[in-house]
């Protein structure tokens, strides 16, 4: 007969080998379920990474239009509500929002008193730069007069509002320009003086953001804030600034931002951009 303790022993054999068998089952249907998860995520990576590869590559029949192409920057151009224009705002539409930035360009103020040419590097001021080849094609400056001269502190002569036409000055001269604002760009805070003699820049209402139309010549080292946009250099027509500073102004703005309309009167017949070159 089997004894009472080989019984037992027995017993405790099966239920190990039982307990066993459960665990070699259980191990199993782990190993299942992560080779099940693991191809998942090898999967999804492997999808993740087809759609970066599609949206990155894009197709043959597809252009993408969201952001700038190559050579190109996306600019913002801050229409003026309707209800804010004054009378002295010239509405020419928008420049396109995509402009160059690669090439020069040769901007050309033809005045009365002989022509003013200026050096602009579209790579320091694209949107600038496109902002005023907008205007120049729409006739936006042609016929002003530049309606401010300063010749002390510092020495600038401005121009560039589309309002100040015809005979002698009226209190409304300086306030007028496009029905939009743009952004300053290439601001010379690393330069001492700012804005030396040669330099034109983009006037603006001393608010970021505040640029528009209106525009000044550097005829001597000015300790300007570096605020506003230098547009370029004065490559040709210096000697005209000169004259015009040397026939002084008539303080009409000495109480407010300084100087006044030049004595010596200067009209744009015509402001031109030249095509980008290089």
Request: glycine share 10%; net charge neutral.
């Amino acid at each position: 007969m089997t004894s009472t303790r080989e019984r037992q022993r027995a017993a405790a054999r099966a239920r190990l080998e039982k307990e066993m068998a459960e665990r070699g089952a259980r191990a199993r249907k782990r190993r299942q379920t992560q080779a099940i998860v693991g191809a998942a995520s090898v999967l999804v990576l492997v999808v993740a990474g087809t759609v970066w590869l599609v949206t990155s590559l894009g197709d043959d029949d597809k252009t993408d239009t969201a952001g700038p192409s190559a050579g190109n920057v996306q600019c913002a151009w801050n229409e003026v509500p309707a209800d804010q224009r004054s009378p002295q705002i010239k509405d020419v539409g928008l420049p396109a929002a995509q402009q160059a930035n690669t090439g020069t360009q040769t901007l050309t103020l033809d005045t009365d008193l002989g022509p003013i040419t200026a050096t602009v590097d579209r790579s320091a001021v694209p949107c600038t730069a496109g902002s005023f080849t907008h205007l120049a094609e729409k006739n936006f400056f042609d016929n002003s007069k530049c309606h401010r001269l300063v010749t002390e502190g510092i020495k600038v002569l401005q121009c560039g509002d589309p309002s100040a036409t015809g005979k002698g000055w009226r209190q409304t001269d300086g306030t007028g320009g496009p029905s939009y604002r743009l952004a300053e760009e290439n601001l010379p805070t690393d330069k001492r003086p700012p804005y030396p003699e040669g330099v034109i820049a983009m006037a603006n209402s001393g608010q970021p953001g505040s640029t528009g139309s209106q525009f000044f010549i550097v005829y001597g080292d000015s300790p300007l804030d570096p605020n506003y946009t230098v547009l370029g250099t004065i490559t040709g027509g210096m000697d005209i600034v000169k004259q015009i500073a040397a026939a002084g102004d008539d303080k009409a703005f000495a109480q407010q931002a300084g100087g006044g309309h030049p004595k010596k009167e200067v009209t744009i017949k015509k402001l031109t951009m030249s095509a980008p070159q290089g």
